[in-house]
Structures are given as structure tokens and as C-alpha cells.
């Protein structure tokens, strides 16, 4: 895949990297060699679990104690083979010509410094200068990645700081020292979809003036499409299939490719019938949080008005999607529609009845036939039970079913509305994958044969593949038992995809409703163009011709 | 890291299956609850371990020291069976400063499963020892010496186990049982009754320990039956000791329930007790084993040390703190370095319960591998 013209930066050769764990030893990269050209994106993508990150740290020497290298691996940058250095040589490189930055930027900068003072560090840890002249150039650097108001930033500390704002230190970290190659550990996966699009293009107009390479680790394909030259698919530590970007993607030759491609979020929902009845109805629903502070004399409570006087309808077999950024109130509303949460105002009614001053004893009822399912499947289910136990729950509880043996065969039927075996059923969770876990989550609102299923961000946690997966089951069991959902998401493509109508949110109140097709070709206010630009433009400003375009 | 890929296993391991499969990877946590066990076993069956009953004086052999065991003698000559020597009392006629030496001449040799002072298990009545040497020809053996009646100090080593274990797992256990409830109601319900319950809470917490057990056990009548006193010696440890656990479990139970499985139990309409029950209680027992196993050897020092000041357990019962309770002053150590002997199976246990803890501590989170 290498090019005679171009200069090649970093050459990697079977690298091998295994670790011992409880039950034996899993070799999590298996003989992976690439080459990094001088200037130009490489992209190294795959789902979890797929050796990705790990080899990218190996190329620094940054794996954990535990970890095997293998004997063949080797890795030479600039003409120097970087395994078997010694860590100090290493820790000289690894900042001024090799720097990293990494997803989550909050645990990567250090909370009780100053994010001055961090930046100076880096600098004089690889270069001789003042003191002072070190800070000017923190400031020269604060100000290449954008950050407002540079000056007052630079005393400020990494808690003052939203999340973009601190990936854009991070950033200026990574480049303070000029270095060769820039490594990115899914550096947009913990922003929300506004900010991942300036944090991309930051990045690529950096790449640009100094003539970086840049290592891109992601599972996102929009991110991958956008910024780089070269790719590289990665499953089960190996690497798939490997080409120029664009190649790759009008033209995937190895079926795991062809599957992470096709598995972008696509189609529309069934048109509904003519008036379908009410299902879930909120009239001005309000949720507000009292916030204390103040000292003990002097105690002030605050209201967070958490869901502003919000509107929604859900009629049967109908989905609506509810999107917004962090923080903007959707998780909230919806755990309020179904009474996990209570309201602080308005009307909620589920069919004709109104469920929202009704007693938690009364509302035991309510509970069969309105059930959640909710973002994170490794929290959402209780490790010390078995998946029988784990989705019988609701009927032990409601009483239904005459004996264990009435109730296995229900939890047997919901496994199978599910794609899963009967055989797991004795078996404890912490033994399935992501995409499985929500499986069983979503098996133990199904047994209930609710009539309503709030979805709070059931895709967000899992690989590209396995969403579309999920997404498919969603739909099915939606048509097949006529199931209303209330959707929420931050993943326009989702709604796109599973929603009817959709409500956007931000600060607690609604920005704009309607069909989905309506608001998301057409949104009438800025913050939905926003949304709807980080969403779809990746792709749309590239190929017309390809699967994923969103017109 | 994105590591998430784990070789197929065949068989469900349940979750206190993957804790001893780690447990057992570490070597020291592994040799801790080895000697652990050991120690619980001779506690549990001191009578039978100990040549002599505890209380049995021998007005002869008095500050008498260690004997040690042989199997050769001094021509070489090999024993199968062990013998220690007798050993003879020699005054000093300037100093009147008794020395005692090593008699080659007198060798007694070791019988096993012999008959001696009659014992009491379970209300069994029964009077074979494991080992001791033929009393009627006036042998004797003291492995770890005598003290100043000339009790057996091996024995008595034996059965003040048993009493220092029985203190440590009393106040442990119904410390705990105290603490799990009242955490975990506090927790729970939080609102006016968590409120209440805490600052009862930070009320114990605030009391200086030390001086309170002083004052505390000063108020226990001085002529008290032992029992009577052992018995509310661990209720006053117990009283200081449920409180801090009790915080632990609350803040365990409070992350617990913003957990999105117990959100999902209430939305199929479990009730609280159920989702106390099932779903709360279970997730918090590996901190509870691992605070147990902290706990323990703390009890166990604590009791040493207010026994040795004479205050904590008392006479006729035998415990390791009221044992060095002897050789308080300078001059019963200097004759009689050895009853000294309790020290090191204070701080073998403790070791030992500390290397299980930090074993269990790694344990107990068998999710991730490190």
C-alpha cells in the first residue's frame, strides 16, 4: 500500500501483543504491520476488543506490565527500531517526536494543575528555554487550537473547562513539541456530535501546518471518511482489509468490511395507520432538581429546571425520538413519562388514565405494561444473577405465570424474540458481550409484553455492528407486537432509521418537533442545523454515490 | 483499552468461583489463609493439641525454660522417636542467681494420643492428648516453658487462641451484622432516617477510642464472673466498632442504587424489600468479606493490648493480651524472657488474616483482570 514517491515514517511489522487473564491468555493483537507515510492520515478502525488501541500503545512502549510482545514485532520510526529501546530513550521520544492524545480528555490532563502549567511541563521536559518563553508558547499554541480567550485559560484548571475545550488542550499538549507522528485514541468518541466535527477539523488543519502524520484510532466510519488517506480494518487483532480510504469504502473486498459498512443506520419506519389511539401523552410534563449550596447559615436552594413544561405524544405502534447533546434533558423526561422519576408539573397520561399523582404501590399495573430499557447494558443488569433470574424478575413480582416452569417457558420465548438460545439462561452476565447484555435487557421488558418500551440510548454503548444489529431487533419487535417506543438518542442516523416523529431538545426545552423527515432535511432553527450538519455532512460533502448518504 | 475478548469458557464460573480462581493465583494470600486455618483449628481443639491442662501448676518448675526437641542425641545417635531433655536447677551460691542447664542424662521421649488431665468438647468428656511424655516416671515437657506457678506456656498458648479467636469473631460478627443493617436501611431509605442514623453514627465516631475502653471497662464491676466481663468487653468493642462499617456499606448502598439494574427492577415493580434483598445486599458482600477479614486481626490486637493492661479479659480465662499481662514488670521478664511467646502468635495471625485480606481485597473484583 505504500507509495515509491512518499516518504514512509513509522513501519510496523508483526506485531504481537498477548495478555495472561483469569481464565488463560488471549492474544489481543496478531502480527499487524502497516506503514505511516510522511504527512498523511492512517486509520486504524475496528470495534472493541479488536487490538486497536492496544497497538497503537505498543508502538510507544506504553502497554501495561503484563503484556506480551512478540519476538518478531518490530516497529521503526525515522529509521530507528523503537521495541527493545530502553523506557528512557522511549520517554524522550514520546511527547517531542511520538505524542498521543487520547478519548476521554478529562482523565487525561491532570486535575490539580493548571492548564499552563501542563502545557509548560511538556515543553520544557523536551526543550531548553526560559521559563517564560516556555509560556508565551503555551499561549501561541492555546490560541492554534481556538480556544477562546487563550490568556485567562491558561490559569485556568482542567475542571473549568468544557469537554471540547479540554480535547483542545489535550491537543495542544500533543503538538507542543512539534512531534512526527500524532496518535489518536478515538479522540472525538466522548464529545458530543457538534463538537467531534470542530475537534476533527482542528485536527486536520494542525496535520496540515506541520506536516504530521497522524495515527487515527476509531470505530467511527464518518470520522475515518473525513480525515484520512490510508485505512486499516482491524477484527480480533488482525488486520482485514487495507487501501486508500476512498477505495475501501466504494469498494470493501473482505466481508467484515462490507458488514461495518452496511451496518450505518439506513431505511424508515412503516407509515402508521390512519389514527392510531394515544399510548403515552405528556402535557407540560416539568422536572426540576433543588440544588443546595451556601454554607450551613446561609443556605440557598436553587431550582435546575431540568425538563422545561415539555409536550410530547406517543401513539400506538408509533416511535418518537427524542435528541439532544448531554445535559439537555432527554434521559430525564423519559424517566419521568414512565414514573421512574417524579414530575414537579403537568399532565402525563397513559391511555385514558392519568398516571402522574398516582401512589408507587398503585402504579404496580402501569409496570407490565410500560417498561425501559436503558443505554449501558454492563450496569443495567445485577451481576450476581442468572439471566433466568435476571428476566423472570417482572413476572415473579407481578405474579404471573402459575409456576416456575410457566414462567421459564415465558422468559424461553422472550429469549427467542431476542435471537438468543434458551441454553443461556444459567448463565450470569458478566460472560456475554455488550451486544448480547442488551439483548437480555431488552428480553426482560419484552416478557412483560408491555405496550411501551422507553429506550434511553440502547445503541450508544455498542460497536457499530452490533448497533445495527439491535436496531434491527428493535424493529422487528416493534412490528411484531405492535409496541409504541419513546427513542432517545443522540444519534440522528438512529432516529433517522426507527423514528416516526421526533422532539429535539436543549436545556431542557424543546427546540423544534415534527415528522422526522420534516426536521431533519429541512430543520428551521440553528441549533437542529447543527445537529443535523455534524450528523450527515461528513459524508455528504464526499461521494454522492455511496449507501450512506443521507439524501 | 479496548479489551474486552475472553477465551470461551465452557462451564458458567459463578461470581464467588471467579474469586477463588484469582484468590488462588496469589501465593501469600494463599499461605495467609493456610495459616489462618491452622491457627483456627488449634484454637478449636487446644485441649487436645496441649500436652497440659492450662491451669495445671507444677510448684517445682517454676520459670522453667523452653525445652527443645531432639532427635539425636549428644553421641549422634539417631531417635526415631523426638525427646527433650530434663533439665537440673543450679543456684549460684554468690548470686543466688538460678541457671538452669540441659540434663544429657535425662531424656524424655515423646508418646502420642497419651492419657492426661481429663478435657471437655461439645460436652464430650474425654482425656487423650495428642502428645506428651510419661508422667509417672516424673517426666515432663514444656516446649515453651513454664511461668510463675508453672503453668505449661505451650498450653496455655493453645487455649488463650481460642478465647482471643472467639473475642475477634464475636465482635466482628455482630459488628457487622449491626453495621450491614443499619448501612443499609440508611441507604436505602435515606430522607429523615438517614439523617438521624448518621449522626448517631458520627456521634460513636467522634469518640476518642482509647480512653473510652479504659473508662468503659472501669465501670465493669472488678469482682465480676469471667465471663460476665469477657462478655461486655466485646459488647463495648462492638459499640465503637459498627459505626465506621456501617458508613462503608451506606456509600456502598447509595452507588448501588443509581444503578441502572435496580432502576430497572423498580420499573417491573419490584417492591423495596425485594430490591433490598435481591438485588442491593448481594453486591455489597464482597466488601463485607474483605472488611471481616480486615477486621479481625484489629479486634484480635486491640483485645491483646487492653488485656495486657489488665483490663480486658480476666482470670481464670486465658487469652494472649492477659498472658503478657504477666511479665508486665522488667523483673519477670528478665527471668522469663519466654512468656513473651504470645507475641509472636499475635503477629503471625495478624500477618497471616492481613495476607488473606489483601488476597480477597484483589479478589473480589474478578471483572477485571490485573
Known sequence: MSTDSQQILLTARDIEVGFPIIEGFVQAVRGVSFDIIQGETLALVGESGSGKSVTARALMGMLSERAVVGKNASVEFSGQQLIGLPEERLQKMRGSAISMIFQEPMTSLNPIYTVGSQIVESILAHQKMPKKEARLKALRLLQEVQIPRPEARLDQYPHQLSGGQRQRVMIALAIANEPKLLIADEPTTALDVTIQAQILRLIKDLQFKYGMSVLLITHDLNVVRKTSEQICVMRNG????????????TNPQHPYTKHLIQSEPKGSPPPLQSEPANSLQGNKVRVVYKIRH????????????????????????????????????????????????????????????????????????????VQVVFQDPFSSLNPRMIVRQIIAEGLVVNNIGNSDADRDEMVRIAL???????????????????GQRQRIAIARAMVMKPKFVLLDEPTSALDLSIQAQIIDLLKDLRDKHKLSYLFISHDLKVIKALCHNVLVMQHGNVVEAGPTEQVLVNPQKEYTKALVNAAFEVVSNRSQSTSLNFN | MNMNLRSQSKKSLTYWELVRKKFFRKPYAVIGTFIVITIIILGIFAPFFSPYSPTRTDRERQYFPP????????????????????ITEEMDPNTYEFSFMPDPNQKFFIHFFTKAEPWRFLGINLETRLFGVDRNKGEYIYLVGTDNLGRDIFSKLLIGTRITLLMAFLVVG????????????????????DLVTQRIVEFILA????????????????????????????????????????????????????????????????SRPRILLRHIVPNTTSHI???????????????????????????????????????????????????????????????????MGDGLRDAVDPYSDK
Not at chain 1, 416 to 434: A, L, T
Request: glycine share 8%.
Open chain 2, 289 to 355: 468479606v474483605v472488611w471481616v477479614t480486615y477486621q479481625l486481626p484489629d479486634v484480635i490486637l486491640l483485645e491483646s493490648f487492653l488485656s495486657f493492661l489488665g483490663v480486658g479479659v480476666q482470670p481464670p480465662m486465658v487469652s494472649w493480651g492477659s498472658m503478657l499481662n504477666q511479665i508486665l514488670d522488667f523483673q519477670s521478664f528478665n527471668r522469663a524472657p519466654w512468656m513473651m511467646a504470645p507475641v509472636a502468635g499475635i503477629i503471625l495471625t495478624v500477618l497471616a488474616f492481613n495476607a
Open chain 1, 238 to 249: 488482525e488486520i482485514v482489509e487495507r487501501g486508500f480510504t476512498e477505495d475501501v469504502f
Open chain 1, 416 to 434: 427467542k424474540d431476542v435471537q438468543m438460545e434458551p441454553d443461556v439462561m444459567d448463565r450470569f452476565p458478566h460472560e456475554f458481550s455488550g
Open chain 2, 67 to 86: 525445652q527443645t526437641l531432639h532427635f539425636f542425641d549428644q553421641e549422634g545417635n539417631f531417635h526415631p522417636r523426638p525427646f527433650v531433655y530434663g
Open chain 2, 174 to 193: 455482630t459488628a457487622g451484622l449491626i453495621g450491614i443493617v443499619v448501612g443499609v436501611c440508611s441507604g436505602y431509605f435515606a430522607g429523615t432516617f
Open chain 2, 207 to 270: 469518640f476518642p477510642d482509647l480512653p473510652l475502653y479504659l473508662a468503659l471497662l472501669a465501670l465493669l464491676p472488678r469482682r465480676a464472673d469471667a465471663v460476665l466481663v469477657f462478655i461486655m468487653f466485646a459488647a463495648i468493642l462492638v459499640l465503637l466498632r459498627w459505626a465506621q462499617f456501617s458508613r462503608e456499606i451506606r456509600g456502598m448502598v447509595i452507588s448501588i442504587r443509581s444503578l441502572d439494574y435496580v432502576r430497572a427492577a423498580e420499573a417491573v415493580g419490584a
Open chain 1, 294 to 369: 451556601g454554607s450551613f447559615f446561609n443556605r440557598k436552594t436553587e431550582d435546575l429546571v431540568a425538563v422545561n413544561d415539555v409536550s410530547i405524544k406517543v401513539r400506538q405502534s408509533e416511535s418518537v425520538g427524542v435528541v439532544g447533546e448531554s445535559g439537555s434533558g432527554k434521559t430525564t423526561l423519559g424517566l419521568a413519562l414512565i414514573r421512574l422519576i417524579s414530575s414537579q408539573g403537568g399532565e402525563i397520561r397513559f391511555g385514558d388514565r392519568r398516571i402522574d399523582n398516582v401512589e408507587r404501590k398503585d402504579l404496580r399495573d402501569l409496570r407490565t405494561s
